[in-house]
Structure formats: structure tokens, C-alpha cells
């Protein structure tokens, strides 16, 4: 492995200005040390760009692997070529022909749809036909023309559903797997299974970060399974590991000297200060989640206004899942000439993505990171340091086509000590509702016994049964019941959403339910950065509803497609203009799942009632019930008795109906419900019999 930084050399300091900002001394920002030539940048063709690249000479050495090894495993630093290269050469070398498919699978749809996009071009070839991409509702594929194709780990899954040996792929590529989402996990237990089946299928597990130990100690045969095969000719099951070393240009590693206490701050400072001392070249930002991004995005707005003439040339980009896709791509769009593009973002851009003019990153060394706990039931999202395999990957956004620099918002020794080397697989820290219906659905029936990289708690798997059972999802003896399971496993979002949108069918109220599904899934429709809270509260008070959020969202709804979807009308109201395209354009595909499941689109005009059963229908295990005025009002679950608050941003917040149903929490000094509903009590036994069976909850009754 490459050292990224040398003690001794350019560590920058970091000292108070006067006014208290953070900045960076300037002679840290001026030095420099690339390995390579910037006049390498922007020259070569794309066949000698290729060629550059460090994978390329290991091509033959990974070819050989693939051919004669049923798993490989692949380390190359961040942009070595290992996403682009490795699916072209394997076309080259025929394991596309007969008509069958090279898998390269992502865990996000940003990377899937950059990466496909630059293969193609790379290829010459139109995206779409010889190479596409398919993420979850969309897919860009030519049946019979298409040969490499980019899709998320979630969508392979769920093709699995259809052919459950993937007998249309010769080799899958797991790519960016020290992520080790849910789904990245559960794509490994299942392709270890169907290799079993079809030990033809190659498979290449690949990443800049990956702990290659484990990933090779889990594709290991057993000795039994060896002794079966050994007379066999055919590739060798044992995992074959390749380093691939080198890396494309020098990126120069710079820690803070002190620890930072308001990390957005010192981002915002950074970047300034880049902008100040350093030549040209774009900048990445990562920070936690859409809040912290909106104030960094106000914060250095206000900044590049105050210090006009050096700053005006400042593009400042945010990037987060809830952006529509026009917003999203406009962060591959060219910085327009003497310009300087600010990017920031989540750790959706963490990963395989080439940003090409960036040539600064700076890491605040934290993310936003889903925890669960299956004996409160609670599932939270964090802001949590992230580990060396996060930092890594983000210093490696730099450095991909020409020399460059990335900023650590923590200190040297912080990283060299404190910080874990990966993060915990999500399967440990998730409710795994989503996951086990899956499973489910592909017939694995023994869910404890499943071969997993790591093993998920046995409290999370119960948890999730019962949420299953209860949902109507599962019958006694743990299968998927007919329709209903059936249903919701083939819907690609979460089952209480998905059975919420089921019920509305029998509900009337279909219409109703898709528009609230779809503002669910972006993070806030309020425009909550501009400051002026006053504002906002008043805003909202013009479209609250009596029952709570999410009628009070079918308001807001109403409001923006009255004014001609106008970005004026949600200026004034305090509406998040980019969260309701976002919204509208979900709906439009919610909407056109729910037709091909047979739902009749209806709405319900007035009759809320309706609409509040149908949330209850599915979301009924986050039910509370008021405790105490306290505190703005204190909550008890009434599953598991945790003590929970409505969060300030509700309508409801301070209002305190007796029963509710929040959609998500989050967790600061104290548990805050995100958007609540209204609803009687009643609706729970109705929704749910067995998960609030009358012994465990005498409130009910
Ligand atoms: N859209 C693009 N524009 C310009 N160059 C690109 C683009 N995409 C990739 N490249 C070039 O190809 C190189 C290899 O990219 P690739 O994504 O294959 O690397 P990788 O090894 O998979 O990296 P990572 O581990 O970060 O995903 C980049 O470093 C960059 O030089």
C-alpha cells in the first residue's frame, strides 16, 4: 500500500484566526509534491489514459485469475482502473460472448449510472446498448445487445428473484465491497450459494479498502466440499487474491493539528482558504447529511459574497440522495472557465465516482450511520466518526487525473490511533425487516443458518420475523403468505411502506398514500437552512393538519401543483423547492408499481381517516403513547416502553395527541420522532393483532 503522507513533509497547522474561524497556514497549502506530471491531465486519448492506468498491467495476471479460479479477489488503490477496466477486459478476453452478461455491481445508483457512463464512452459505444446500467426503477438495457452491465448490489438481488442462479452472468463483479451494506452481505452469502450450483459463474470481489482476510476466509471452501471437488476439472474454488499496486497520481494527506469542535465550520474555512492559496481545481466536501450541507452551502454563499473579488468565482454544488437526478448530475457538468466548483456532499460520493476537476477533498471524518437496537426496537440514524477505510476512500476522490490534496478535519494521531480500520457491516447495526423478506422470498427458509460474511444478531432476526408476522408478510410457519407476501417482497422498498401502499388500495385512498410515500423518502420537504426558523414555523402553520405530518404533506402537495410546481410559491412558503421535484418524481414511479401490482389508483378526496388507517396499516409497530406533558410532551413505544419525543420540526410538536405513529427517530440529547401521525388505538389491534396481542398491552384495551 502507498503511504499518502510522509511526517515531516506538508502537514498543515491549523490555527484560530482572529475572529475565531478556523484556517489553514498558507505555506502548508503552497507546497507541494506530485509524482506525476500535471501536463499528463486532460492530453491523452482515452486509449492512452487506459493504458496509464496501474490495472492495466496486472490485465493478463487478472484474466488468468478469473479464468482459473471460481472467486477472486482484487485490491488496487482508488483509481487504479479496477471499476472501469477490469468489465472491459473481461469482454475482451470473451466471457461476454454466447450471449451472456458481465455483472459489475455498485452500492449506490450515483456510482452505478458514472460508471456505466464512462465505460461506454470509453467503449465508443452508445449507453444502453453494448454497455448499461440498471438501478432500482431504471433500467438501461438492450435485451440480446447489451454485454457489461453496472447496477446496484439491490437490483442484482431482486433480479435473483426472477432467476435465482443468475444463469445469465459469467462473472460478477462485487465492487466497493468494504462498504458491506446489507445488500452487499447478502449478495455474498448468496452467490457463495449459487456457486455452488454453478461453479462456471467467476466471481471478483473487488475494492481499494477490503479486508482481505475475512473476504478470503469466507470464500473458502470446506474441507469437505474440496474433497468433492478435487478430481474435478474446473476452476479452483479456493480464492485466488491479486494486489494490484500503484496508484494513478500522488494525492498529499493534510491533518488539522487540533481537533475541530464544529466540523462544518472548519469545512467551510477550508475550502476558503483553498480557494485563497491554491491554483485551480475543484473541490469535494464531505460533510454528514442534507442539514449540514444546507449550512455549509449558506455559510460559504455568505462567505464568497463578503470577499467578493477573489471569491465570486465559486460554484457551489450540494449533493445528497434526496437531490433530484437533474441537481445530482450537475456535479459531473464542466466547471465553466476561470470557475471553481464546490461539491458538497454525503458519502454518497465516497465511492467509485471521478469527479474531474476535483483535485481538493475535504473530510470532516464523519457520516450519518444507521444503528439499531433490537431490544428497544429503535432504530436510529447517527452522526458517527467514520473509519480508515471511509477516509481512504474519500481522500481517493482526489488524485484521479492529476496530482492532488485531501484535507482531514481531525488530527494525524486521531487517525493513526483512534479511528477503526472498517466500519461495523450495516447487517449488524439494521433492522433487518427488508432484508429477511428477501431472503424470504428466494426461499431460504433457514434465515439463522444462512452462510452470512457476518452474522447478523439473532435478537435483530427475531424482531424482524415478528414485524413480518404481525405485516401479514409471514404465515406460522414462516413463509411468505399469498398474495400479500408475495406483494410486498416484490416491491423494491420497505415492507411497511410497501404494505401501507397495499392497504390503501383496499382503503380507497391509493392517491393519497403514494404522494406521502414519496415525501417520506426524501429527508424534508422544509426549507429548514434558510435560517429564519420564525418564518418557517409560520409557513407551516399554514398547511398543518390537525392529524399530523403527513396530512399536513398532502397539503403541501396540493399547495405546490396549485402554483404550477413554481419554485417562487416554495421560496415563500419555505418549501424545499429540490425535495418536491424529488418527491414528484418518486411518485411518478411509486404510482406506476402500484398499477403493475393491480392497485386502482383512487383518491380519497377529504376522508383522512382512510389515509391515517393505511399508515397504521403499516407502520403500526412505532406506535407511542403520551406519558407525560414534560418536555414538550413525553412518549412511551408501546412495544417496547422507550421513552421518545416528538421532534420540534412536527406539526404535532407541542400538540401531544394521546396515540401516534412516527415514521423514523432521531436521536440527539434525546430520541426525536420524525413526522408523526395522529390515530385511535383501536386501528392497532385491527392492523395488528398478533404484535399487540392483549396480554402484552392492557393500554389497548
Ligand atoms: N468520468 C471520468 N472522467 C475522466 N476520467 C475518468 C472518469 N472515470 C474514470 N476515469 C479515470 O479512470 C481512473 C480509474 O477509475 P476507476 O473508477 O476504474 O478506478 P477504481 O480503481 O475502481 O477506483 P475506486 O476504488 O475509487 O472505485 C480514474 O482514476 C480516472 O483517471
Redesign the pocket.
Known sequence: MSQFWKPGTEKPRILEDEEGGVVYLSHSLSSSSSSSSSSRYGYASIEN?RQR?P?YKYRSAILYLVESHATSIIV??????????IPQYLKEAGWADGGRLIACTQPRRLAVQ??SS?VAEEMGVKLGEEVGYRIRFEDVTTPDVTRIKFLTDGVLLREMMDDPLLTKYSVIMV??AHERSISTDMLLGLLKKIQRCRPELRLIIS??TIEVKTMAAFFQPSKRRRRLEGDELGPKMDPAILSVEGR?FNVQIHYVEDPVSDYVRAAVSTVMLINDKEPAGDVLVFLTGEDDIDAAVKMLTEEAQNIKKSSSGLVILPLYSGLPRADQELVFSPTPRGKRKIVISTNIAE??L?L?GVVYVVDSGFSKQRFYNPISDLENLIVAPISKASAR?RA?RAG??RPGKCYRLYTEDYFAKEMSVEGIPEMQRSNLVSCVIQLKALGIDNILGFDWPASPSPEAMVRALEVLYSLGVLDDDAKLTSPVGFQIAEIPLEPMVSKMILSSNELACSEEIITIAAILSVQSIWASGRGAQKELDEAKLRFAAAEGDHVTFLNVYKGFLQSGKSSKWCYTNCVNYHAMKKAIEVRGQLRRIAQRLGIVLKSCERDMQVVRKAVTSGFFANACQLEAYSHGGMYKTIRGSQEVYIHPSSVLFRVNPKWIIYHSLVSTDRQYMRNVISIDPSWLIEAAPHFYKQRHNPVLH
Open positions: 489514459q492506468l490495472v488496487g488503490e482508488t483509481g487504479s482502473g479496477k471499476t472501469t477496466q458514472a460508471v464512462r465492487d466497493e475494492s481499494a494513478g465511492t467509485s471521478t474531474e476512500q481517493g484521479r487525473v
